[in-house]
């Protein structure tokens, strides 16, 4: 049986844990989210990692550093038009 989805409709959600409250939330995003994400950080020119590590990185690893680093986390990247569909 083939998968039909597309890329970016391939969606990944990942927890995010609130330090030091301990909640849980799940932040979800798509393929193509998460591409442009991996691009934004590439771009940053993290000192912890190249821009070949971070295309190599899991897709929660990313979103989760994104939503870390990014100014208003991942919902502000999102809401930014920083990502295509």
Known sequence: ??????????????????????????????????KDARAWAADCLWEDATGDEIFEMPAAVVVRSVDRHYDGGWTQFVADGSVTV
């Open 1 to 34: 049986m083939s998968n039909s989805r597309t890329d970016s409709e391939q969606v990944f959600a990942v927890v995010r844990n609130r330090i030091p409250r301990g909640e849980e939330h799940v932040i979800f995003a798509t393929a193509g989210q998460v």
